[in-house]
């Protein structure tokens, strides 16, 4: 089996609206890695299903990432996007990363932590399991390098912990130690309501995140009331270390404009936050409203989304099967 040496997978889960954190520290960044790499990006559906979805929506939404990584600018005629329950492959070798994972590496995950809170006895086993699923997405390709947020760091340490041991316990270098490739000025987007906490699906408040569905009306208020502090911008980026909600808008700003947090803190030191958030409203409705527009055309297209999911799963099965068929052998299971 020939080994590839510069392959990405990473996946979105389609458990409700995109927001601005999804963007600029996933989807963002695939866009600029697809020149460089050969990309499987999977709309995870199987992990969305490890908390209640509206039978209802979940196509919907499944359709509407897969039309988010297009419009944002992945192209794909040149990279795999698939739905990661439509290669039965993903949920095979999970259940054998299932079998090689340990319990206390999984009761050390912070997110399964925090999603479980005080219910930890009435979520699903499929929530506690997330992570061994999240390592098959990944080694299942073979994939060597994983662009993430920063909150999915503690997953693929996981994911190298699975792949070491397996290679060890059945002495073979099957599978390669993904790298995470976490990068650019917003690997973790914080609320705009509280900037101690990351912007989230989850967050009961509308006015913590900016969707990618979000109308120029909606970020613009949104951005309005985000929460700041009453200094102006301070002289240097180290002083941003103490003041969250700066430090996050700010990063966005940099973010979206391709520039480093110097550029910017040169820019607007000494200046109100009022002043500064009329030009983050302006970059951000320039950036975000063309791909809002192309998603919620391509979205409605059944035809064109269904075809680029078709041809992504057809592709990802002929790269997948063999290397299941791999690990079958050498655990011992009968071809
Ligand atoms: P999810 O929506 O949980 O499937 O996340 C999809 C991608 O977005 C993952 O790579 C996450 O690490 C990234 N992501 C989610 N929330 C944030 C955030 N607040 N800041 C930066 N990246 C994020
Ligand atoms: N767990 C990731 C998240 O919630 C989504 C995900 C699933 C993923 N499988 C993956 C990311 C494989 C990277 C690679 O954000």
């Not at 912990?161 to 914080?190: C, H, S, Y």
Request: hydrophobic share 40%; glycine share 4%; net charge neutral.
């Amino acid at each position: 089996m020939q080994k590839p040496t510069k392959r990405i997978l990473s996946g979105v889960q389609p458990s409700g609206d995109l927001h601005l954190g999804n963007y600029l520290g996933a989807i963002k960044n695939f866009v600029s890695l697809q020149k460089e790499y050969e990309c499987f990006f999977c709309v995870v559906d199987l992990h969305a299903i490890t908390v209640w979805q509206d039978p209802k929506v979940l196509a919907d939404k499944t359709r509407e990432v897969t039309a988010a990584f297009i419009a944002s600018g992945i192209d794909p005629k040149k990279n795999n996007i698939f739905v990661q329950s439509q290669v039965p492959q993903h949920a095979q070798l999970a259940w054998i990363f299932n079998c090689v994972a340990r319990m206390g590496w999984l009761n050390r995950m912070t997110q399964f932590k925090d999603k479980a809170g005080k219910n930890s006895e009435n979520v699903s086993v499929g929530l506690f399991s997330y992570p061994t699923l999240m390592a098959a997405d990944i080694l299942i390709y073979l994939a060597t390098h994983v662009p993430v947020g920063d909150d999915q760091k503690q997953h693929l340490e996981l994911t190298r912990d699975i792949a070491q041991k397996f290679n060890n316990d059945f002495k073979t270098d099957l599978f390669p130690i993904p790298e995470p490739l976490i990068f650019g000025q917003a690997t973790r987007v914080m609320s705009l309501r509280d900037g101690s906490k990351k912007m989230s699906k989850s967050d009961p408040s509308d006015y913590s995140r900016i969707m990618l569905t979000d109308t120029a009306d909606d970020i613009t208020l949104k951005i309005k009331k985000a929460k700041t502090d009453p200094l102006p911008l301070p002289e240097y980026v180290k002083d941003l270390n103490s003041r969250p909600e700066a430090q996050n808008l700010v990063s966005i700003y940099a973010s979206l404009q391709n520039n480093s947090l110097e550029d910017i803190i040169n820019k607007y030191k000494g200046k109100e936050f009022s002043l500064f958030k009329k030009d983050l409203i302006d970059l951000a409705v320039s950036k975000l409203e063309p791909i809002t527009l192309e998603m919620n055309k391509l979205k409605s297209d059944f035809a064109f989304i269904d075809t680029v999911l078709k041809e992504g799963k057809d592709k990802a099965i002929t790269v997948a099967e063999p290397v299941l068929a791999k690990t079958k052998e050498i655990i011992g299971f009968l071809g």
